[in-house]
């Protein structure tokens, strides 16, 4: 059985709801496919793909004609520009005064935003690319729901005894926010004292960095160009 903390489960299970992908309501049906969609997101050593990417792999019939295999994502050349993008917003995302831990990035996008970057699969790669590069060891989730392409990447490594504090700060901070932010949406306090959420402002700069990619290499995302 996978085990994680309970810090790493909470980040998750607060991702997913702000993403809207668990249950409105959590009678016993409810709480069965949250589980599902919980335990799913998360990255799976020997997992099959899923979705999309596994009718691309052959779920369908394919014509002989199309056999023209795609670019794994390691060498496709938007998702190495994309990576290298990214890198520093991963940065800014670590905790101040926790030594590079704990950092996490969650973008929330319009599905032809993703799309024009080569849609959630690759983007999801790119994340994990640039965090194992940055020296994370890496949890992510990818998901598409309606109007929503979520994809988002967390530091699970342990940090060292000496950042304990700063992380500790962090996560008061946030649960701080996020306590204003509920009160606020219940009409106990002014919603206009408030400016982008943190998923907001993450998302701004996760397309700040994606549109860089994407001008400094825009052959890289034209029809046929990773190909």
């Keep these: 059985m996978h085990h994680v903390s309970y810090q790493k489960a909470l980040a998750h299970v607060i991702a997913c709801s702000e993403a809207g992908l668990l249950p409105a309501k959590l009678d016993r049906e409810g709480m069965a496919k949250a589980l599902v969609i919980l335990r799913d997101a998360f990255d799976s050593p020997g997992a099959r793909p899923r979705g999309r990417a596994r009718q691309e792999s052959g779920g369908g019939d394919v014509s002989k004609d199309a056999a023209v295999k795609p670019l794994p994502f390691s060498k496709d050349p938007r998702c190495i520009a994309l990576a290298e993008a990214l890198k520093p917003v991963l940065r800014a995302s670590c905790p101040e005064g926790a030594g590079g831990f704990g950092g996490s990035l969650q973008a929330n996008l319009h599905p032809q935003d993703a799309e024009a970057l080569g849609g959630v699969p690759l983007i999801r790669a790119a994340m994990r690319r640039a965090a194992r590069q940055l020296g994370w060891r890496v949890q992510t989730l990818g998901r598409e729901v309606e109007a929503l392409a979520l994809v988002l990447v967390h ?52 397309l700040e960095a994606a549109q860089a990619a994407m001008a400094a290499d825009p052959a890289a995302w034209r029809p046929g160009g990773n190909g």
Excluded at 165 to 194: C, N
Excluded at 201 to 206: D, K, M, N, P, S
């Design 155 to 206: 530091d699970v490594r342990e940090a060292p005894a000496e950042y304990a504090d700063a992380l500790a700060d962090d996560r008061m901070t946030r649960s701080r926010e996020a306590s204003r932010r509920i009160s606020a949406v219940l009409g106990e306090a002014d919603m206009d004292e408030f400016g982008p959420s943190p998923v907001a402002r993450q998302t701004r700069a996760f």
